[in-house]
């Protein structure tokens, strides 16, 4: 009699094979038949997927045609996510698929791939597309601030194309933008669209001070930072930190102000009522005498001084602190001819008598 026994293989192999036992006496007579070996399943430690769903293929090799089975949802785009490995062959067995070998593994990781983009690169582009339009300058000096706070975007992974601008608006009375971007994805013929919308002003380089200050004080290194502030704000001349340094407030200004050249004088190195040091200069004589200073000035500033052992007033240059100067100039000694010259003159009009 002959027997036939059928080799039943799980679904996660893809199908079954079969193979008949004959009687010995049909043995004899019949050659045997190979069978293919069939391999088995083995589950996975890590795992990257790039869709929305974790399918049976992504988990275990060897899946056959139960690969396509969607059997979890996704980690977030950019993330990565942990499975047990009972959950996971409890979870394969419900969709009969047996005999997996497990390889000991615990934990499953799952991470789902994305396309990151960062928002420094997003502002780029903005201000790449507003320079130079609408009265903005150069796209280094816009800064550009979102309604919303913008971290980096995850994409899919399947978006691989550049930011390509399809709509641009601004409006230079507010500073309003609304930008829309596509990027190409490479499983659709549909492009991603992303809308980006805030404020983007031009901005310049200024010093700022770190606290409130008199009139007249001398600024310190320790009393100005760099900051951007809007142009509009600062107006046509910003004062950089290296120009204010040592330079004095014409008034008083606050913490957090924009500094403006308008805003500063050279330092007074002579105050009025000072006593300051009067010098007399001529060649081959150098004198110096104290003296009261009736203006207030700085370097290269005419002032005027009184002499406190004359009492009288005289003009000198403020040449360092505390210390005016007096240059004499010394008398020019006529030579011989420039001494007959006015005679000869007289003598021609003499003789034009």
Same mark, same amino acid.
């Given at each position: $009699?002959?027997?036939?026994?059928?080799?039943?293989?799980?679904?996660?192999?893809?199908?079954?094979?079969?193979?008949?036992? *004959?009687?010995?006496?049909?043995?004899?007579?019949?050659?045997?038949?190979?069978?293919?070996?069939?391999?088995?399943?083995?589950?996975?430690?890590?795992?990257?997927?790039?869709?929305?769903?974790?399918?049976?293929?992504?988990?275990?090799? @060897?899946?056959?045609?139960?690969?396509?089975?969607?059997?979890?949802?996704?980690?977030?785009?950019?993330?990565?996510?942990?499975?047990?490995?009972?959950?996971?062959?409890? #979870?394969?067995?419900?969709?009969? +698929?047996?005999?997996?070998?497990?390889?000991?593994?615990?934990? +499953?990781?799952? #991470?789902? &791939?994305?396309?990151?983009?960062?928002?420094?690169?997003?502002?780029?582009?903005?201000?790449?597309?507003?320079?130079?339009?609408?009265?903005?300058?150069?796209?280094?000096? +816009?800064?550009?601030?979102?309604?919303?706070?913008?971290?980096?975007?995850?994409?899919?992974?399947?978006?691989?194309?550049?930011?390509?601008?399809?709509?641009? =608006?601004?409006?230079?009375? @507010?500073?309003?933008?609304?930008?829309?971007?596509?990027?190409?994805?490479?499983?659709?013929?549909?492009?991603?669209?992303?809308?980006?919308?805030?404020?983007?002003?031009?901005?310049?380089?200024?010093?700022?001070?770190?606290?409130?200050?008199?009139?007249?004080?001398?600024?310190?290194?320790?009393?100005?930072?760099?900051? =951007?502030?809007?142009?509009?704000?600062?107006?046509? *001349?910003?004062?950089?930190?290296?120009?204010?340094?040592?330079?004095?407030?014409?008034?008083?200004?606050?913490?957090?102000?924009?500094? =403006? $050249?308008?805003?500063?004088?050279?330092?007074? &190195?002579?105050?009025?009522?000072?006593?300051?040091?009067? +010098?007399? *200069?001529?060649?081959? &004589?150098?004198?110096?005498?104290?003296?009261?200073?009736?203006?207030?000035?700085?370097?290269?500033?005419?002032?005027?001084?009184?002499?406190?052992?004359?009492?009288?007033?005289?003009?000198?240059?403020?040449?360092?602190?505390?210390?005016?100067?007096?240059?004499?100039?010394?008398?020019?000694?006529?030579?011989?001819?420039?001494?007959?010259?006015?005679?000869?003159?007289?003598?021609?009009?003499?003789?034009?008598?």
């Amino acid at each position: $009699m002959t027997i036939r026994i059928l080799l039943v293989a799980t679904v996660l192999l893809g199908g079954c094979s079969a193979a008949f036992a *004959q009687s010995d006496t049909e043995a004899v007579a019949a050659p045997a038949v190979a069978t293919e070996a069939i391999a088995t399943p083995v589950l996975r430690a890590n795992v990257t997927v790039t869709s929305d769903v974790v399918r049976v293929g992504d988990i275990i090799d @060897n899946a056959g045609t139960a690969a396509q089975i969607a059997i979890y949802r996704a980690p977030d785009l950019g993330t990565t996510g942990t499975l047990q490995a009972s959950q996971v062959l409890a #979870t394969l067995r419900a969709h009969q +698929i047996i005999g997996i070998d497990t390889k000991d593994i615990r934990e +499953i990781s799952v #991470t789902r &791939l994305s396309r990151s983009l960062a928002s420094k690169d997003v502002e780029q582009r903005i201000a790449a597309l507003l320079e130079r339009r609408n009265g903005l300058g150069d796209a280094a000096n +816009i800064t550009v601030t979102f309604d919303r706070e913008l971290r980096t975007l995850q994409l899919d992974a399947s978006n691989t194309g550049d930011l390509q601008p399809v709509s641009t =608006r601004y409006d230079p009375r @507010n500073g309003r933008f609304d930008v829309m971007f596509e990027v190409a994805n490479a499983n659709s013929s549909v492009p991603t669209r992303l809308r980006f919308t805030g404020t983007a002003v031009e901005t310049v380089e200024v010093g700022v001070l770190t606290r409130s200050v008199d009139r007249n004080e001398v600024l310190k290194s320790s009393d100005i930072v760099i900051e =951007r502030r809007p142009k509009g704000e600062v107006g046509p *001349q910003p004062a950089s930190r290296e120009r204010a340094l040592g330079m004095q407030t014409r008034k008083a200004m606050n913490a957090g102000q924009a500094l =403006r $050249m308008i805003d500063l004088a050279k330092p007074d &190195l002579v105050q009025r009522d000072q006593t300051v040091t009067l +010098i007399y *200069q001529t060649d081959g &004589l150098y004198l110096t005498m104290r003296a009261k200073a009736v203006d207030s000035g700085s370097e290269g500033d005419t002032v005027s001084v009184v002499n406190t052992q004359s009492k009288r007033t005289v003009q000198g240059v403020v040449t360092a602190p505390g210390q005016v100067s007096v240059t004499i100039a010394t008398p020019r000694i006529l030579t011989t001819a420039a001494v007959a010259a006015p005679d000869n003159k007289s003598t021609d009009a003499t003789k034009a008598e």
